[in-house]
């Protein structure tokens, strides 16, 4: 027990190291790969493991943060807590729970009735999302590690996963500041490797002088001699010649490990794999020369006829199979959905819609011929008696809102309601103001829902019930409250970027189904676009409004601080606005700006004398309003804030901003904040305060100072980042597939869509013999999708 604990606290110091460096180098071999090993070693880690594996590609704000909850988590555990149990690796630790016998049992089966599993293993299993011995099946491998080929010690060259098989010739404990480590010496006759069991003490009894031992790892020169510490082994008998040179990896959660859970999962296959319908029909799976479904499952858990190239690439025969089929039946789904609200009958609005002429001429511009064009396409949608479902896209500052206004009016000259979904409070403030001073007169009565409760917030609702509001404003409090809109006409969704399908669909349930409207500033390439929003139409804002001044970007270490925030003053001494933005409101890493501090110093040195105030996500909403009047009023020069300002809000005279720490922030977080200036008349002038400790860094300030259009910077920042990230979407609504990934496989989706077409071409309703089984499996995993339920 005592020899276990030192390992934790090992553990802990190197984390603790890490901390400090924060560059993956705090151990030997590499921190990120070495913790990964010993989690899996010990089936721990669940929330970790994944980030560890993407450690490299994580900003140094994510690291500290996974550090610092990595190091909590560990500290919090008893010595003799879960963490500590450490099954012997090779084989599944007996369970005496019932269990039935093979033959039992079928696809739902819960995974407590199947050998080896019992209800401490079903929790675990459960927070994998892994319920049934279906689930198991399809709980697939999230990539393969290649062994390599068997090869002689003084052939090893310490680079990524190579084998070794030797005869352990020696056992030593080696005494460190922290106890005594285990190090087990095997010899093949061509040279010497030191296995370094951290934590793996058991190791003594199983590796005994004269065994003959395969080792896979990550082989390292220490002092000249080669060592592992993140390896794994197999003893070589009679009985124990195969050899895997491929093991799949899938993702774990504390307490459950690798072999653990492919035992488990072997054992689902070879008692319920034979259950699994082959649903797509047979023509096509020969057309595109598809595994059978069930080769194709085993395969990806047990491969025997791809290459690990071939796997992780995700294109073997197997991955195209079942991706293939999951691809499908989505972009059949949402097809058929796409169909039912086409095939919805609305009331057609009015088409000469003399509110929206007479708001027109009250307009201090004309529309870009990109914003008209978009107001047509509105138009005719809205006019034709079939209900809309549109995206409009566009970069910040093309002026989406307008061209939403423009359909809103639309709709509520019909004597239809409208209600308008923005992502934060002080958006919604913002857009309430100004559409009340630009509607009012027009006689459009307009109201602002905000969450909480109190009297004005109930009156307001009891007036949408009753039809006597057109116009609301609001975040999610929309459609988390229960608000009857009695002739909801139009929905509109800003930045859709914050909100979810779900919600989406949620919203629409309140009442019939109202026309759709969902704005986004975020490019999203086509084909993503057909998944996301497989069942939108899409309309693009391409063109910014003349006479915009551009923004010019600098960029400045934090060391020259005091020179940036100079020509800020300079700024705001000709009568400008500025924002100061800090990823903090107040003090918690020593490194980072915060909110609080950054005001103090602003008020007491470098901007002395101007009017200066803070707002962020803490205040009480009441003050928030009141700051972002009195700074829209220009009552206030500087606003110090968080990144709460980083969406939609719209004040032209503010053309000044500073970003502080600006390195921990992404590219499209920039963009989005630096959209905030350059809005009025004046050149505006962003300047990016950063410490750019890595290169990824230092190229995302390069881009931001280079280009100030959006789809370049989206590009880059895909690039940078990979598309899940950028698009902020995996946690948002992306729904869930086993296997296929919309970001990765979107050619393989293009392919579905187009199969999707040609099969409800034939068979719109999925009548046929052949489509069966895919209208049942539709109807199983996507009917929540289907606007009216399953399809009969
Ligand atoms: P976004 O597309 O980022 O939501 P907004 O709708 O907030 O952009 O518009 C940005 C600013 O441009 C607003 O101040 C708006 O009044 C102004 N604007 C919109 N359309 C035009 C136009 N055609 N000509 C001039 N200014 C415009
Ligand atoms: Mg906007």
């Not at 089966?109 to 050998?115: E, H, L």
């Not at 090869?151 to 460190?176: D, F, H, M, Y």
């Not at 800090?582 to 009017?611: H, K, Y």
């Amino acid at each position: 027990m005592i020899e276990r604990k030192i390992d934790r606290e090992l553990v802990l110091k190197i984390i603790e190291r890490e901390k400090q460096r924060l560059d993956n180098l705090s151990v030997f071999g590499g921190f990120s790969n070495f913790l990964s090993g010993w989690f899996t070693e010990r089936g721990e880690g669940g929330d970790f493991y994944s980030l560890l594996l993407n450690y490299d590609n994580l900003t140094l704000e994510e690291r500290s943060k996974l550090l610092q909850d990595m190091e909590e988590k560990l500290k919090s555990q008893s010595d003799d807590g879960d963490i500590l149990k450490v099954s012997s690796p090779d084989l599944p630790s007996p369970e005496k729970e019932k269990s039935f016998s093979d033959g039992e049992g079928n696809l739902s089966t819960p995974v407590r009735y199947i050998k080896g599993v019992g209800p401490v293993l079903e929790k675990k299993l459960n927070r994998l999302e892994i319920k049934t011995a279906e689930d198991l099946i399809f709980f697939f491998p999230r990539y393969y590690r290649d062994r390599g080929e068997v090869k002689p010690i003084s052939q090893l060259r310490g680079e990524g996963w190579e084998t070794i098989q030797g005869v352990v010739t020696s056992q030593s404990r080696v005494a460190t500041r922290r106890g005594p480590l285990l190090k087990i010496a095997v010899s093949d006759g061509t040279g010497k490797i030191n296995l370094v069991c951290f934590n793996r003490n058991y190791l003594a009894k199983t590796l005994r002088k004269g065994v003959k031992v395969q080792v896979s790892g990550n082989f390292r020169r220490s002092f000249g001699n080669w060592e592992v510490a993140d390896f794994d082994y197999q003893l070589v008998t009679k009985e124990n010649h195969r050899w895997d040179r491929i093991i799949p990896i899938y993702s774990l959660t504390e307490g459950l490990s690798l072999k653990k859970l492919q035992s488990i999962i072997y054992y689902a296959l070879d008692n319920f794999l034979g259950e699994v319908e082959e649903i797509l029909p047979s023509s096509l799976v020969a057309r595109h020369n598809f595994l059978p479904k069930r080769v194709a499952i085993e395969e990806l858990h047990r491969p025997s006829r791809s290459s690990v190239a071939e796997l992780n690439s995700r294109r073997s025969r197997a991955h195209l199979t079942i991706i293939f089929e999951e691809f499908l039946l989505f972009a059949l789904s949402l097809k058929i959905r796409r169909q039912e609200l086409a095939d919805c009958e609305v009331p057609p609005c009015v088409s000469d819609s003399a509110l929206v002429k007479n708001f027109l001429v009250q307009l201090p511009f004309t529309l870009t011929s990109a914003q008209e064009r978009v107001v047509k396409e509105i138009h005719e949608d809205l006019v034709s008696g079939r209900l809309m479902n549109r995206l409009v896209q566009g970069d910040v500052g093309s002026g989406k809102t307008l061209v939403a206004l423009l359909g809103a009016l639309q709709v509520i000259d019909s004597g239809r309601q409208v209600a308008f979904m923005v992502p934060t409070e002080i958006l919604a403030e913002q857009h309430y103001n100004r559409f009340k001073d630009l509607l009012s007169s027009l006689g459009v009565r307009v109201g602002l829902l905000k969450g909480g409760t109190n009297k004005e917030k109930k009156k307001l609702i009891e007036e949408i019930r009753k039809g006597e509001v057109d116009l609301v404003i609001g975040t999610h409090a929309l459609i988390e409250e229960n608000i009857t809109f009695p002739q909801l006409g139009l929905t509109i969704v800003d930045e859709q970027h914050r909100f979810g399908v779900l919600q989406r669909a949620k919203l629409k349930e309140k009442a019939s189904i109202p026309h759709l409207l969902v704005m986004t500033a975020t490019p999203i390439p086509r084909t993503l676009a057909l998944t996301l929003y497989g069942d939108l139409d899409i309309s693009v804002v391409d063109e910014k409004p003349a006479g915009r001044k551009p923004v010019t970007t600098l960029c400045f270490s934090l060391k020259e601080r005091f020179k940036a925030y100079n020509r800020v003053r300079k700024q705001i001494e000709e009568g400008r606005q500025a924002f100061v933005v800090c990823p903090a409101i107040e003090e918690s890493e020593a490194e980072i700006s915060n909110v609080v501090e950054v005001t103090e110093l602003l008020r007491s040195s470098w901007l002395s004398g101007f009017r200066i105030e803070m707002i962020h996500g803490k205040l009480p909403s009441r003050e928030k309003e009141e700051i972002m009047e009195r700074f829209s009023r220009g009552d206030i020069d500087v606003l110090v804030a968080t990144s709460v300002i980083e969406v939609g809000i719209d004040i032209p005279n503010a053309s000044v901003m500073v970003i502080e720490n600006a390195e921990r922030f992404g590219l499209a977080q920039l963009h989005q904040l630096r959209g905030r200036i350059g809005r009025g008349e004046a050149a505006g002038l962003c300047i990016l305060l950063a410490e750019a400790r890595t290169e990824e860094a230092r190229r995302r300030m390069e881009i931001m100072v280079a280009t100030d259009d959006g789809f370049r910077i989206a590009e880059e920042d895909l690039r940078l980042r990979g598309p899940g990230e950028f698009y902020g979407v995996r946690q948002h609504g992306v729904p869930e597939f086993h296997l296929a990934d919309p970001f990765e496989d979107w050619s393989i989706l293009e392919r579905a869509n187009e199969e999707a077409k040609l099969i409800l071409d034939e068979d719109p309703e999925l009548k046929r013999e052949e489509n069966r089984l895919l209208k049942k499996e539709i109807n199983r995993r996507f009917g929540r999708y289907l606007e009216f339920g399953e399809i009969s």
